[in-house]
């Protein structure tokens, strides 16, 4: 199946400082979305993005799906940023309903 | 808020115990899932509803035995569970079932559950 590697793992910000998080994969996609986990367990949908560069409000995406990697950039960090972000994918060519998540990044950000 | 709805919120149960947990979205999507995950762990996909048909079973235990009543609807009934099977289980929507391409995923908060 395809794999995800997410990087880092762990990350530690102050707040109002910037980040980047990225999402590579072994295949080519038809399906990459980016989600928030906050601290209790609700997952948000920030981006559904299998190409292209996507921006809402300080977060913005960009996939490259010929290079296999996705980047989700938080500017102007804030303590609720705080939780797991997870890039979750699906081969090109399944049905659009198999999504495989990667391991997640872990943000914490401090006042 | 999230616009898919699931209850319980937590939810112990003994290894002999039924029960089921319900979700519900009003967003007219006409795909609908079950994950499970563990703790500091991805979602890991149970099953895929598609325009009310089952169309993904991952290789779940019979222990956990799905049911979409309604294109609104989505049940997980659970028997004879074990320890291990203690998780938070999340139920998601997306607007596409018909398999041609992925919508964006929306997730309800979850139930905690504990096997006791």
């Known amino acids: 199946g395809i794999q995800v590697e997410q990087s880092p793992p762990d990350l530690i910000l102050q707040e109002g400082a910037n980040s980047t998080l990225r999402c590579n994969f072994s295949?080519?996609?038809?399906?990459l979305q980016w989600f928030h986990q906050n601290p209790w367990g609700q997952l948000i949908n920030l981006f559904y993005?299998?190409?292209g560069t996507k921006q809402n409000g300080r977060l913005s995406a960009t996939t490259v799906a010929t290079e296999r990697y996705s980047l989700l950039y938080i500017s102007s960090s804030q303590t609720t940023d705080s939780g797991v972000y997870f890039c979750?994918?699906?081969?090109?060519?399944?049905?659009?309903?198999?999504?495989?998540f990667g391991e997640g990044t872990q943000l914490t950000v401090n006042p | 808020d999230t616009e898919v709805t699931q209850t319980p919120k937590h939810l112990v149960m003994g290894m002999t115990n039924k029960k089921s947990l319900k979700c519900e979205q009003h967003?007219?999507?006409?795909?609908m899932y079950w994950y499970k995950q563990k703790a500091k762990k991805p979602p890991e996909l149970m099953f895929v509803?598609?325009?009310?048909?089952?169309?993904i079973n991952e290789s779940v235990p019979s222990r956990f035995s799905p049911e979409c009543p309604n294109s609104s609807l989505l049940n997980l009934h659970l028997h004879a569970l074990q320890p291990e099977d203690s998780a938070l289980y999340l139920c998601?929507?997306?607007?596409?079932?018909?398999?041609?391409?992925?919508?964006?995923?929306?997730f309800g908060n979850g139930t905690r559950l504990t096997v006791t």
């Open positions: 509803y598609s325009y009310e048909k089952l169309s």
């Open positions: 998601a929507s997306s607007r596409r079932g018909d398999g041609r391409r992925g919508s964006p995923l929306h």
């Open positions: 993005i299998p190409s």
């Open positions: 295949d080519s996609v038809n399906n």
């Open positions: 967003m007219g999507h006409r795909a």
């Open positions: 979750a994918v699906e081969m090109r060519g399944t049905s659009g309903s198999r999504l495989t």
